[in-house]
């Protein structure tokens, strides 16, 4: 029996999760999800997982059913209901694509000088816990994606949203404080304006955010995408993000 993620306590929250979104409780669910924990953390080919699983190709086909119906990233979106909106991390990180998973067109993947790539855009709470993520193509300069992100994320109660230099865009600030909270973005060195506004002290904290990327690549199938379609990947990070916040 290969090593499961899972433990009791775990699977105690998760399942009352999927109670409440209507998912039909299979004998072998805890099963299935150990399975695509297992392929994610492991980064192995479908029909590579261990028989304890069940048929890979039953897997697979069950797993891309919940991927056309975003199940996992609804689970997500009810466990981070929970995050401590006071402060807001964003940032992004470049994830190499297999050869495998190019070939489709509109997936996300882009290739360039460096390969074939997709970009996470990530945002987490006050405590680094994962609260929103899109996936973009690799070549999309950061700054492009960052409207829709902070567009999808309530921030009522949020009082600064943080950023690196990266993210400088007085269209972005302005996007920003239109919901009452502080940009705390600081401005290029080349810019005549100053950075007298900034919190330098919650600056230095956004390495929560780095640390999430950390966390998350631990799975080797996140680390490297290789998935061909973006929902599957999409998915697939989710359910990284729960498991992240499982223990929570």
Not at 167 to 192: C, F, G, H, V
Not at 194 to 201: A, G, I, K, L, V
Request: charged letters at 25%; aromatic letters at 10%.
């Amino acid at each position: 029996m290969p090593r499961t993620m899972l433990n009791d306590q775990h699977w105690l929250r998760l399942i009352s999760i999927i109670h409440n979104l209507g998912i039909y409780l299979k004998h072998n669910l805890r099963n299935f999800i150990e399975a695509i924990l297992y392929r994610i953390r492991t980064g192995c080919p479908w029909r590579d997982l261990p028989e304890s699983f069940g048929k890979p190709n039953t897997i697979f086909k069950r797993f891309t059913r919940w991927s056309k119906d975003n199940k996992l990233l609804k689970i997500f979106k009810l466990l981070s209901k929970y995050a401590d909106l006071e402060w807001v991390f964003i940032d992004a990180s470049h994830i190499r694509a297999h050869q495998h998973a190019t070939g489709l067109k509109n997936q996300a993947i882009f290739r360039s000088m460096g390969g074939n790539s997709s970009k996470i855009h990530l945002a987490v709470d006050s405590n680094g816990n994962p609260i929103q993520f899109l996936i973009h193509d690799g070549t999309t300069h950061d700054v492009r994606v960052a409207p829709a992100l902070v567009d999808s994320i309530d921030l009522k109660d949020t009082d600064a949203l943080c950023a690196v230099t990266g993210y400088d865009s007085e269209l972005l600030r302005k996007q920003i404080e239109k919901t009452a909270t502080k940009a705390n973005i600081p401005k290029k060195y080349n810019t005549r304006s100053n950075n007298d506004y900034m919190d330098w002290y919650l600056y230095k904290i956004r390495q929560l955010v780095e640390n999430t990327f950390a966390r998350l690549k631990q799975f080797r199938g996140i680390a490297t995408r290789y998935d061909k379609l973006k929902r599957n990947y999409e998915n697939s990070l989710a359910l990284a993000c729960i498991f992240i916040w499982l223990p929570l």
